[in-house]
T-cell receptor, first 114, second 113 residues
Framework: AQKVTQAQTEISVVEKEDVTLDCVYE???????LFWYKQPPSGELVFLIR??????QNEISGRYSWNFQKSTSSFNFTITASQVVDSAVYFC???????????FGAGTTVTVRA | DTEVTQTPKHLVMGMTNKKSLKCEQH?????MYWYKQKAKKPPELMFV???????INESVPSRFSPECPNSSLLNLHLHALQPEDSALYLC????????????FGNGTRLTVT
């Protein structure tokens, strides 16, 4: 069985602060994929990043960065210099290599105050 | 702009009504999905179509009936719904089985009265 845990339910910060969202996963698959999605109040789930289990390189995209550590089964997400537009629910998700089903974490609600 | 288009954006229906949700994608994806999302919860998978054939039905009640007329379109027919079916219904598509990111539409906010 696959499981994704996002222990932080809500995070509130002031603009320009950094925010780190934790994601811990469980799987028995040797090949798997990890994802982060953003869901703003409008409702659409926006794909942010995919990582496969063989690629532990960290990635940076603008103000977003991701830290994948297989040793601790974690795939954490950091928003640097947060902005009000970053306010959303962020979901971490996991799938196997031959699996249609995405296992979502419970989500972390990020509120960035001006 | 989203590449997966869902209509309508909002729908209010009575328990005796019949309505349909529509989803369209033009990315050439061969897998399409329906998800249901309640407030403050993650999306829950309902159905998966692969190459226009139903691959997965997550034990969804028969009052929800999916249909995939062609590789670009996905419908969800609703009949005799209950108030607890009120939720955000999300359509998604992906390029292949497993590992391919899902691209979601904006969703339909359904209220059953």
């Amino acid at each position: 069985a696959q499981k994704v845990t996002q222990a932080q339910t809500e995070i509130s910060v002031v603009e320009k602060e950094d925010v780190t969202l934790d994601c811990v996963y469980e799987t028995r698959d040797t090949t798997y994929y990890l994802f982060w999605y953003k869901q703003p109040p409008s409702g659409e789930l926006v794909f942010l990043i995919r990582r496969n289990s063989f690629d532990e390189q960290n990635e940076i995209s603008g103000r977003y960065s991701w830290n994948f550590q297989k040793s601790t089964s974690s795939f954490n997400f950091t928003i640097t210099a947060s902005q009000v537009v970053d306010s959303a629910v962020y979901f971490c998700a996991l799938s196997g290599s031959n699996d249609y089903k995405l296992s979502f974490g419970a989500g972390t609600t990020v509120t960035v105050r001006a | 702009d989203t590449e997966v288009t869902q209509t309508p954006k909002h729908l209010v229906m009575g328990m005796t009504n019949k309505k349909s949700l529509k989803c369209e994608q033009h990315m050439g994806h061969r897998a399409m999905y329906w998800y249901k999302q309640k407030a403050k919860k993650p999306p829950e998978l309902m159905f998966v179509y692969s190459y226009e054939k139903l691959s997965i039905n997550e034990s969804v009640p028969s009052r929800f009936s999916p249909e995939c007329p062609n590789s670009s379109l996905l419908n969800l027919h609703l009949h005799a719904l209950q108030p607890e079916d009120s939720a955000l219904y999300l359509c998604a598509s992906s390029g292949r089985l497993g590992g391919s990111p899902l691209h979601f539409g904006n969703g339909t906010r359904l209220t059953v009265t």
